[in-house]
């Protein structure tokens, strides 16, 4: 195995760099942000996970660190002097979320440190989005903890657009930074405009990103269908059938369990279908971090051996 594909090695670690927030349900708060998300189902399916992020020194960090130990999944929590993050979620009658962001959140303030570098220096595979880098501190960090990974690692940008919490300028440097990019139907449309693309579709974002230097393309379509572009093949998949209780999550399970699949040496197709099933499963059950069916993680066990 080459250098270029350190982060196919067993016990490569998956990291979640940016927010760590509450989502306020409707039936009560559950710990989440996107690559907090994302190193969860990475830790469910049997992967090394860690989540870098900050929270406050106040009721709800204090909980989000009691939760992340609970679920058995390390974490580099800085506290500093913001309020955790917290994001009140209203779901419409499909289940589909929206979303309200507390002002001034601690994941925005993400420092670099002594233990920053070292997490960068171990991390194989990381997934890191707009929203936290949204705050200056956590920007520049995220760019230097990027940069800091060895050689051979995945970056994925998961775009997650939310609120007026991003620009063209941070996108497109975002881009810079990325190996594998992954949007959904509402991003779709914004990122071509940001790129000079007249008519949005997700065959020509993938030969921009080509462009670019990205290896693969992730575009979901909610209960249609989902669209991987990865090093020059195409896989189109429609969305499995499911009775969804909230979407919360879903794109966050679909971009762990590909990454994780293809990191175990599943094909191109094997992966997709993979990360559609683990993304429909989070639409069955309530938040973004649920408990996992051993199924999951023995399908990715049988493709190590």
Known sequence: MGQDEQWRRPGALFTGFGEVLFDMLPEGPRLGGAPA??????????CEALVVSAVGADELGREAAAL?????LAAALFTVPRGTGRVDVALDGAGVPSYAFAAEPAYEAIPWTEQTERAAAATAVA?????ARWGEETRRTAERFLRAMPAGSLRVY??????EFYDRDLVQSSLRL???VKCNEDELPVLCAFAGIGEP????YARYLRLLGARGFIYTEGAKQSTVFWEG???VRPTPPVEAVDTVGAGDAFTAAFTAALACELPLGAAHA????????VCTRSGAMPAWPAGFRETLARARQ
Not at 127 to 131: A, D, K, N, V
């Open 178 to 180: 990325a190996d594998v």
């Open 158 to 163: 998961d775009v997650n657009l939310r609120g």
């Open 127 to 131: 997934c890191f989005g707009t929203l």
């Open 37 to 46: 998300n994302f190193a969860y189902t990475a830790h469910a399916l049997g």
């Open 201 to 204: 579709s997700p065959g020509a």
């Open 274 to 281: 993979f990360a559609a099933e683990a993304a429909a499963y």
């Open 68 to 72: 992340l130990a609970e679920k058995g």
């Open 233 to 235: 093949a195409r896989s």
